[in-house]
């Protein structure tokens, strides 16, 4: 783990080239379609009672997560400032990318205004959280705007967005659905979402994620399973590069390179994330699909 | 700066409201920001690591994540207060109830400034944050006298803060409860605290943000020595310590803004390590909710 005491050098972590031994092992990481699906989908076996299984980022870090940091991933979802900030502060990031505001604050407004209009107006379909915003008092809605506009303006002043190429795509997640297995797909969260370019000038995907908690040594497996799913989407995408996981808190980065070991990483993360689906009962929850 | 946090400034009284001279005292001379040398951020971590050392080793490798705020300071046994904090099942102060809704109302002061009926406000703002179910319990709980005079507090508290608080615009990137943790020893030791609220984009090597912090009634030198103990944890974050600190006394009304000078920070980054240097293995029992965000 490294510091990234710069928007500069965040920034730099993430687009920078990749190294000699990635660029060597991108035809591996690249054939690993042909075997991850398969060992994937022997893990994601019928089990009476169970469904299938949408696998997040929010999952493995509870499954990897040591005993003595697990209790405070158990509570049940429900909205609230903290589970609504990284939605609302990605739609004003977006919106601030897009120049289309000019502060954090008004892309949070922008943000709250359309989800209530949309839950009260109906002119766009509302989501749970739209109609929960929507039943808030000022008060309620002054402190989910409060926490947004805090989550949007540490993103906003942790890059150089003038030096990302193109147009980042701001928290879109991916998902991959196994091709042989119904019962299973798991999700790649991550807010920033931009492209690298190698000495020779051949571009790669990157990809920054937003961290919460305690520092912990299962990180990079956590973050492993991203590197993973990128490498599955490889083949009709950009090739993969690299996974960058910064503390927002601290400002500490965790770099994965999308190499052999990290999609290995990714499988046995994945599996072990599975194991331990296997053991709770009930299922390891529906809850939390948001990311805090 | 000729004002400092040893001064107090002008109450609710005054004709011009004391936001404008806030603001001013912030910006005063604002384009000329201090530089600092980079490797200051590691020669403070040097020192804090120096001084966790002993703690760490007598606490074992097993020991869970040893959380310290701001009161590590002046070594109050925890976990008297702080807005985040209570034990389970153990009723709050009325202080910390006070602190609670007082830095909440803050928040949306900051926010829309405006701030209608301070405790409907405050308590509709908490019912937000499931983990604040057991204060507003407590709070519809209490008598009607003891309702009624916490509103009234809060009144006052509300009334101060709506003349101290300057309206920043949007450009200058507000945000509030914004929180620092920095791990120390591998992450065995964490030092966290929270600003109330920060204003400013950060520059490498340049110290461009302001911080404002909020005392509800506690002691005026704690509380300064609470915004210094930040001001460390962001040099440690970011590599550039705030350029400028104020503080709000929103019970009295009260205000102070100093510039943070790297004395400042060998200060309290030499009291930081004697403490932790000090602390006792069975202190480790303070962990987890007791000592997080104090």
Redesign the interface.
């Known amino acids: 783990m490294s510091?990234a005491?710069?928007?500069?050098?965040l920034t730099e972590e993430l687009v920078g080239p990749l190294s000699p031994l990635t660029l060597e092992d991108r035809p591996a990481v690249l054939e690993s379609v042909e075997w991850v699906p398969r060992v994937l989908a022997d893990l994601a076996v019928p089990r009476p009672r169970r469904g299938s299984i949408r696998l997040t980022d929010h999952d493995v870090r509870t499954a990897l997560a040591p005993p003595?940091h697990a209790g405070a991933a158990v509570?049940p979802f429900?909205w609230?400032?903290?589970t609504t900030r990284r939605a609302l502060g990605l739609i004003a990031v977006r919106s601030l990318v897009a120049a289309e505001t000019?502060?954090?604050?008004?892309g949070v407004r922008v943000a709250i205004a359309d989800a209530v209009r949309s839950a009260r107006q109906g002119e766009r379909p509302a989501s749970s959280m739209d109609r929960w915003l929507a039943g808030?008092?000022?008060?309620?809605l002054?402190?989910?705007?409060?926490?947004a506009?805090?989550w949007a303006?540490?993103l906003?002043?942790a890059l150089d967005w003038g030096d990302l190429h193109d147009v980042p795509t701001i928290g879109r997640d991916h998902w991959w659905d196994s091709p042989h297995s119904s019962l299973l797909a798991i999700r790649s969260r991550a807010e920033v979402r931009s492209v690298g370019f190698d000495a020779e000038g051949s571009p790669f995907s990157v990809h920054l994620v937003v961290l919460g908690g305690?520092?912990?040594a299962s990180v990079r497996s956590e973050l492993s399973v991203l590197a993973m799913v990128e490498a599955q989407k490889g083949t009709h995408s950009l090739p993969p590069g690299r996974i960058i996981g910064w503390?927002p808190?601290?400002?500490?980065v965790v770099k994965v390179e999308v190499d052999r070991a990290a999609v290995a990483a990714g499988v046995e993360a994945v599996a072990r994330t599975l194991a331990r689906v296997e053991a709770s009962a009930p299922p390891l929850k529906q809850a939390a699909r948001v990311a805090v | 700066m000729e004002k400092g946090l040893g001064q107090v400034e002008g109450g609710a009284g005054d004709p011009a409201p004391a936001r404008d001279e806030v603001l001013s005292l912030l910006r005063n001379g604002s384009g000329r920001r201090p530089r600092f040398d980079p490797g200051l951020a590691g020669g403070l971590r040097a020192w804090l690591e120096d001084g966790a050392s002993d703690l760490v080793a007598a606490r074992g490798d097993d020991a869970p994540p040893l959380f310290l705020g701001p009161r590590l300071m002046w070594g109050e046994p925890a976990p008297t207060a702080g807005p985040a904090v209570a034990l389970e099942s153990t009723p709050y102060s009325i202080e910390l109830v006070r602190s609670c809704l007082v830095h909440t109302l803050f928040r949306q002061i900051v926010t829309t400034g405006e701030a209608g009926d301070p405790l409907n406000d405050a308590l509709d703002a908490l019912r937000v944050d499931p983990g604040r179910v057991d204060l507003v319990r407590q709070v519809e709980e209490m008598t009607t006298e003891t309702r009624a005079a916490l509103a009234s507090s809060l009144t006052t508290h509300v009334t101060n803060l709506m003349n101290l608080t300057p309206r920043f615009e949007s450009g200058w990137l507000p945000r509030t409860n914004d929180r620092v943790a920095i791990p120390l020893a591998g992450g065995r030791i964490v030092l966290s605290g929270v600003f109330d609220l920060l204003v400013g984009a950060p520059v490498p090597h340049t110290a461009t943000l302001c911080a404002l912090g909020l005392t509800t009634g506690g002691r005026w030198a704690q509380a300064r020595t609470a915004l210094h103990y930040l001001a460390l944890l962001e040099t440690l974050r970011s590599g550039t310590p705030p350029f400028r600190i104020a503080l709000l006394h929103s019970a009295a009304g009260r205000f102070g803004v100093e510039d943070v000078l790297e004395e400042h920070l060998r200060s309290i980054v030499s009291h930081v390590a004697v403490r932790l240097s000090t602390l006792e293995p069975i202190d480790g029992v303070l962990h987890d909710r007791e000592l997080v965000h104090v």
């Open positions: 510091d005491s710069s928007p500069h050098v003595d509570l429900s609230s400032a903290r000019r502060s954090p604050v008004a808030l008092p000022p008060a309620g002054a402190v989910v705007e409060a926490e506009v805090t303006t540490r906003w002043c305690p520092r912990r503390w808190d601290s400002g500490h």
